[in-house]
């Protein structure tokens, strides 16, 4: 939304305006509310952090502890819209590939010509999550249980080693922290 503001010249989109909007959206909703939360500050008028003021950063609560992103430049950091001239091109191109990148959406409703990559990403998620929506999936993990690799011996070190070697336990921790 910010990206095709900015290229539209509608409004004046800036960075305390995008942190204050991520902020205000995520309150709405009591789940995204523990997630999302503005930057504090501490007692005695002070920051919990070195963002300027509270209204120029968020922090985003991961399974893994709190993380503080700053928002200054963030738009310009984050800005991926084509020039419309650059998207009509990769609409023509003669090339299958090169046209799959363009929005053949907006070039036939004669809108302005704007995809960002953003957008492509965020279109093909949606296809894979709809396409993975409609399977029964199942994942197996192996793991050996001697290293002789002979039935009926179990070595639960080796075993254990394996589990955390490769992420199981914090999959474990991660699902059942609901992330």
Known sequence: EYSQNLMNRVGNPTDV??????????????????????????????KSSASSAPNEG?????????VEY??????????DRLLAECEELICDS??????????EDSLAARAPLFK?????????LEALLETLSTCNLH??????????????KFEGPLVLNQIVQCGTI???????DGY
């Open 139 to 152: 994942y197996i993990r192996c793991f050996k249980p001697n290293g002789e690799q002979k039935p009926n």
């Open 17 to 46: 305006g995008f942190c204050q909007k991520a902020v205000d959206e995520a309150s709405k909703d009591p789940a995204r509310k523990k997630v999302l939360t503005q930057v504090r500050m501490a007692r005695g008028g002070r």
């Open 116 to 124: 960002s990559i953003s957008k492509k990403y965020t279109k093909d």
């Open 170 to 176: 914090e999959l474990v921790k991660i699902m059942h």
């Open 58 to 66: 968020f922090v985003i609560r991961h399974y893994a502890g709190q």
């Open 70 to 79: 700053k928002t200054g430049g963030w738009l310009d950091k984050n800005n």
């Open 94 to 103: 003669a090339n299958p590939l090169v046209t799959s990148f363009g929005d």
